[in-house]
């Protein structure tokens, strides 16, 4: 069955450390991936996206991803994390060639501490 | 540029009882998705249009929920008769038609608490 999966339900780091959110997908083909960022009270914003090409995608915010086909995986990483990225963050899939519709993975909860 | 708008923010009923949600998308968006988040999980299709057109409804629990989007711009979410389990944020979502262009622009979303 296809799906999408985020392993970590919550992370702490402490402010300036580095940070990796996983994110894995069982799809036929390799499908268009996509981080999300929703702070407390807030709806989800756009952080970076894959379709195609150079598998290190840069975001927002300082964010970066790399696709790693082998793996199934699309990891989020940040090289210093500030107070403010905290918050949850959501991996989402869309199947190539299909219809457009994203699917959500559960979901990570980043603490970060002073 | 106006962002998606939902409203109400938040919303408190008793089981059994009806809501409404409204969103009105960003100007030109011909794709409006409306997602249920229930609190520890990432954002569920309930259903997604393409202009006044139902794209895919399939997960959209068509015994106590309806969707419309009459002029193909904004939308109502309903729910009749509300039960426990509904308890959750329903996020408002568009984009642009055409080509997939990767982002949704998601409204901050109305938060449905039943009693």
């Known amino acids: 069955a296809q799906s999408v999966t985020q392993p970590d339900i919550h992370i702490t780091v402490s402010e300036g450390a580095s940070l990796e959110l996983r994110c894995n997908y069982s799809?036929?083909?390799?499908?268009?991936l996509f981080w999300y960022v929703q702070s407390p009270g807030q709806g989800l914003q756009l952080l970076l996206k894959?379709?195609?090409?150079?598998?290190l995608v840069q975001g927002i915010k300082g964010f970066e991803a790399e696709f790693k086909r082998s793996q199934s995986s699309f990891n989020l990483r940040k090289p210093s994390v500030h107070w403010s990225d905290a918050a949850e963050y959501f991996c989402?899939?869309?199947?190539?060639?299909?219809?457009?519709?994203?699917?959500f993975g559960r979901g990570t909860s980043l603490i970060v501490h002073p | 540029e106006a962002g998606v708008a939902q409203s109400p923010r938040y919303k408190i009923i008793e089981k059994r009882q009806s809501v409404a949600f409204w969103c009105n998308p960003i100007?030109?968006?011909?794709?409006l998705y409306w997602y249920q988040q229930i609190l520890g999980q990432g954002p569920k299709l309930l259903i997604q249009?393409?202009?006044?057109?139902?794209?895919?409804d399939s997960q959209l629990p068509k015994d106590r929920f309806s969707a419309e989007r009459l002029k193909g711009v904004d939308s109502t979410l309903k729910i009749q008769p509300a039960k426990l389990e509904d308890s959750a944020v329903y996020l408002c979502?568009?984009?642009?038609?055409?080509?997939?262009?990767?982002?949704?622009?998601f409204g901050e979303g109305s938060r449905l608490t039943v009693l």
């Open positions: 979502a568009s984009s642009p038609a055409g080509t997939v262009t990767g982002e949704l622009f």
């Open positions: 799809y036929g083909a390799t499908p268009y």
């Open positions: 894959y379709f195609s090409g150079d598998t």
């Open positions: 989402a899939v869309v199947p190539s060639g299909g219809s457009y519709i994203p699917t």
């Open positions: 100007s030109g968006h011909a794709t």
């Open positions: 249009f393409q202009n006044n057109g139902v794209v895919d």
